[in-house]
């Protein structure tokens, strides 16, 4: 997606009419510095509830705590556990990944003080759902009918291994690093190693993590017990032993096989997709967890191919991050599973992704760029895998190669778009005149979130001859840090409705 901005030509039309309302968008706080350092790679911290089944969350419930991710996307954090991540910038030549850390610690063990580590009254910060879209399916009934033994997915040893030179954890030998993990359905387990190695999976944390994730979303606080309890629960027992001073192989080992079997049980008794059934809304914390598994196994490990853009033409990359996304189609577009979002220039297709899983509906994608296309492509095959290995139903998914501008297909889903993201900051001032020919044919009410205006400034001498603002109505806003990829600092964004 595009970062830089270029003029803008004008169309010679009646005068026009505008109103552009300016709208503040509260910052989000910002990280407190952490003083235990992890391995790996992952961008600014965001948190976000885990929904309980049980109508009455108690100390019991569970609190999330995050695995790094090569993503550069914002995930969330238990502010006591791990150092803030870091923002990354897109990939250029002068700006590549660096990791969180160049050696590998574990979690302090905090026996000797009550923490509140379960407690959801620690966490108020965290994003809580505007609504809730009660016509949408989350469950996947193909996840929970039988184990599909044709599904095909990139295990985390497939790009973090002993093979791709890293190096054993908790004392491990060559022999004892493999181990698996059991998703809330009954497809294949994932193979991992316990392993690290510099930008590569954590392993040890992305295990407790999806535990976590698990037990927080799929089940009650009675079926979560055994998952959750303070002294001897098995997320406990995994923070114990990768403690830094423990390093009790054995144990972690021993913690993620009884995981794996009582999950196994609940999902085989049912349980967990009657669960699932209930729920119509994902939790943003899981929804960032499976779009990071995804980029981290396809994107990240060839992000080097998106560094080969030109600045000062329509061929610039850069990306909205997870929480700027939920901003703007949850809170503030309010879209739900029944329409349709389309984003033009979607790169490798981060947000059309994110929209068919947070919001469930229609979402369409069109990118010119050969690298970012082929990318988008592995993602996309990832993502339906990985939506079946969580027993999740997204919406549709289309993402098409080329020129938006000659595509059919994207024509015809935007005479139907609800919503449409056009990141077209360093779009040259052709291509943004060309798409304000194309909004003629959008329908009524249709909102198209740009990070520039395609309305003139009401101050422009030039604003009569302003052919956008005779069909759009436009509201200026201001994002936070940590919302973009090119940079550390907030900017401006605009919501555009079709008269």
């Known amino acids: ?68 991710s090569s993503s550069p996307y914002p995930s969330s954090t238990d502010e006591r556990r791990f150092e803030p991540q870091r923002k990354r910038k897109a990939p250029t030549s002068a700006s590549r990944r660096s990791p969180a850390s160049d050696r590998i610690e574990f979690d302090k063990d905090s026996d000797a003080e009550d923490d509140n580590w379960m ?51 908790m004392g491990a030998s060559k022999e004892d690093v493999a181990v698996e993990l059991q998703y809330p359905t009954l497809q294949r387990r994932e193979k991992f190693q316990l392993v690290w190695g510099k930008d590569k999976i954590d392993t040890v944390e992305a295990s407790i993590r999806i535990v976590r994730l698990v037990a927080g979303t799929y089940l ?43 999950l196994l049980e609940l999902v085989e008794a049912g349980v967990v997709s009657n669960n699932l059934e209930n729920l119509h809304e994902l939790p943003s914390e899981l929804t960032d967890f499976i779009l990071d598994q995804i980029y981290d196994r396809t994107v990240a490990p060839k992000v080097e191919l998106l560094s080969k853009y030109e600045n000062g033409t329509d061929f610039v990359y850069g990306e909205l991050l997870h929480p700027f996304i939920t901003k703007i189609l949850v809170e503030q577009a309010k879209m739900t599973s029944d329409q349709v979002f389309v984003d033009l220039g979607s790169g490798v297709g ?50 098409e190669r080329g020129d938006f501008r000659k595509n059919a297909l994207i024509h015809d889903a935007l005479k139907r778009a609800d919503v449409i993201l056009v990141n077209n900051k360093a779009f040259t001032s052709q291509l943004n005149d060309d798409l304000i020919r194309m909004f003629l044919d959008l329908k009524p009410g249709c909102k198209i979130i740009s990070l520039k205006s395609f309305v003139a400034d009401s ?16 509201e200026e806003c201001t994002y936070p840090e940590g919302f973009v990829s090119w940079t550390n600092a907030g900017g401006q964004y605009y919501i555009s409705t079709r008269k």
Request: charged share 30%; proline share 6%.
């Open 350 to 399: 981060n947000v059309v992704l994110q929209a068919a899983l947070e919001v469930g509906c229609e979402s369409w994608g069109c990118e010119m760029m050969e690298n970012a296309c082929n990318l988008a492509e592995a993602q996309e095959k990832e993502f339906h895998a990985r939506c079946l290995l969580w027993g999740i139903e997204p919406g549709e998914v289309h993402i």
């Open 220 to 262: 009650t606080d009675a079926e979560a017990e055994p998952f959750t309890k303070h002294d001897n629960g098995i997320i406990r027992r995994l923070e114990k032993a990768s403690n830094r001073n423990i390093q009790d192989l054995a144990g972690f080992k021993a913690a993620l096989r009884d995981y794996n079997e009582k």
């Open 459 to 474: 101050k422009s001498s030039h604003n009569i001859n302003d052919v956008g603002s005779t069909i759009l109505e436009v």
């Open 119 to 169: 407690d959801l009254d620690s966490h108020k910060r965290q994003r809580k759902a505007t609504s809730e879209d009660s016509n949408r399916t989350l469950r996947s009934a193909r996840a929970y009918e039988r184990k599909d033994e044709g599904l095909q997915f990139i295990h985390a040893v497939d790009v973090a291994s002993l093979e791709h030179k890293c190096a054993p954890i």
């Open 1 to 68: 997606m595009p970062l830089l901005s270029g003029k803008s030509h004008k169309f010679k039309v009646a005068p026009p009419k505008i109103r552009i309302e300016k709208v503040a968008v509260e910052n989000a706080p910002k990280p407190k510095p952490r003083s235990i350092a992890r391995p790996g790679l992952s961008s600014s911290a965001r948190s976000s509830p885990i929904r309980k089944l049980s109508p009455n969350a108690t100390s019991s419930s569970i609190a999330s705590s995050p695995a790094k």
